[in-house]
């Protein structure tokens, strides 16, 4: 075949299905494909009202994709020229409209499958464990202890260098924390945690008022290489972002309060890292002592949450019923507002071709492929289909009435259409997913917004 563009993506979406499913026409195809986009949550565009955290987070994400699929030959094409390219390869056939797997078709397809469902309990046994969570911490905390020590010894920034100490104790901390669930010792482990906030918040403290100090007297050493120490720091907060989203996801999953502790940490972490960076930009500027006023804040904040948390492992330790839902799940909201997203596309989808609907036609074609039986290839295997049965006849209204305030949907004698606006928007949203493939990193998020209708401990 002249085009040599790798199986990976939507190539083996396509073959997934047809194993599945088959025989499909290209319209059942690309109802596939809609379903498939629609519920990947975290290619949202952030919005103006989201929190910071969830801003940062989208972001990155999108980083990431733009950074593992951002190659030209890469391009996902037409569905029907997709379908093309497994035709010649000898995988799939056309008969009478319907595209099916040829018998190497069906072998490869299987291997595909295989693959995915061994890649889905991988994410679930190495990465959604306690266990497992306790351990990725311990290898990144150390990756960024070394990183964070060794270019604050090159650069000489004393702020650099002991947010390289802090991560230095992280990562002794994260290596008994797994010890610690791995010998089902959570409660030492807690603590342990518990007690590596005190200290980072009272050495932060001291360091703080000391350099605060030798800014009054003038004897305060400016930090040098600042544009090393930015770019450090701001590694490092990437890391943070993702460890405390990762670890308070795991802690919350298995009631478990100990990666919870290191998620609180992982959040102070990402303020801490602007601060270092506060204080390189300010250097840069001559003025000295910002970093150190921002440290400072930082160090009373750590306290609390310290405080906070030794006072449920007491609770917990008296055998009192503990209470996480103080701890917010991060992006659970998102998750909830990607499905309703996600069924607001549907509806745009099933007018883009130019047919009308009525409200019953809607609520029906909603039903039918929303329904918990129906397979939407890797996001099956990882459960984060739609498992629940919901009542489309209730929330219709939720659904259709943003979207006529947006001009997206028109609704003329109880019959709606697609408005111009509405197919920019559909064009718009499947070109975001020109060069989208599915790498480990996104069975992982995938994996994280499984449905609460199907949802398995790890």
């Known amino acids: 075949m002249a085009d040599k563009k790798p199986i990976l993506g939507y190539d083996r979406f396509l073959m997934m299905a047809l194993l599945k499913e088959g025989p499909l026409s290209l319209e059942e195809i690309d109802d596939k494909t809609m379903l ?22 989208f ?38 409209g319907l595209y099916l797997l040829t018998p190497e078709g069906v072998e490869m397809a299987e291997k595909f499958v295989q693959h995915m469902e061994k890649r889905a309990t991988m994410v679930r046994k190495d990465f959604f464990k306690p266990d497992a969570a306790a351990k990725n911490t311990t290898f990144l905390d150390a990756f960024l202890a070394v990183l964070k020590l060794g270019s604050g010894l090159v650069s000489g920034s004393v702020g650099l260098t002991a947010d390289g100490t802090d991560a230095t104790m992280d990562t002794v901390s994260a290596f008994m924390v797994w010890l610690g669930i791995k010998y089902q010792r959570e409660t030492v482990a807690t603590l342990l945690v518990i007690f590596g906030l005190f200290f980072a918040s009272l050495s932060i403290g001291y360091d703080s008022v000391t350099h605060l100090i030798s800014a009054y ?17 701001g590694i490092a907060i990437m890391a943070a972002v993702f460890l405390f989203y990762y670890q308070r996801y795991v802690g919350k999953a298995n009631s478990n309060l100990t990666l919870i502790s290191q998620s609180v940490d992982s959040k102070n972490h990402i303020f801490i890292g602007f601060s270092v ?4 930009i300010f250097t840069l500027q001559g003025i000295y002592f910002v970093d150190s006023l921002i440290a400072l804040v930082i160090a009373i904040g750590i306290f609390k949450d310290a405080t906070d948390l030794l006072k449920e492992a007491i609770s917990a330790r008296r055998g009192e019923e503990e209470d996480y839902s103080h701890y917010k799940l991060p992006l659970e ?27 019953p036609e809607i609520v029906s074609s909603l039903k039918t492929v929303f329904s918990p039986d129906n397979y939407i290839p890797v996001i099956s295997e990882l459960n984060a289909a739609v498992k629940e049965v919901h009542d489309f006849d209730e929330i219709f209204d939720d659904l259709v009435i943003p979207l006529e305030k947006e001009e997206l949907l028109l609704l003329e004698e109880e019959i709606y259409a697609l408005s111009d606006a509405g197919s920019n928007y559909l064009e718009n949203f499947m070109s975001n997913f020109d060069y989208y493939d599915v790498h480990m990193s996104d069975a992982i998020l995938l994996a994280m917004a499984e449905d609460s209708g199907s949802q398995q401990k790890p």
């Open 217 to 233: 007297y003038g004897t305060l050493t400016p930090m040098g290489m600042p544009y090393l120490v930015i770019a450090v720091e």
């Open 36 to 57: 498939f986009l629609s519920l990947i949550w975290y290619q949202q565009i952030p919005q103006k009202s989201q929190p910071l955290m969830e801003k940062l987070f």
């Open 333 to 359: 909201e998102t998750w909830e507002g990607n499905k309703m997203m996600a069924f607001q596309n549907w509806i745009l989808y099933i007018l883009w071709s130019g047919q009308k609907k009525t409200r």
């Open 59 to 96: 972001t990155f994400a999108h980083l990431r994709s733009e950074l593992e699929d951002g190659r030209v030959a890469r391009k996902v094409g037409a569905t029907a020229d997709e379908c093309q390219k497994l035709v010649d390869r000898g995988w799939v056939k056309l008969d009478d």
């Open 277 to 280: 960076i506060a204080g390189a």
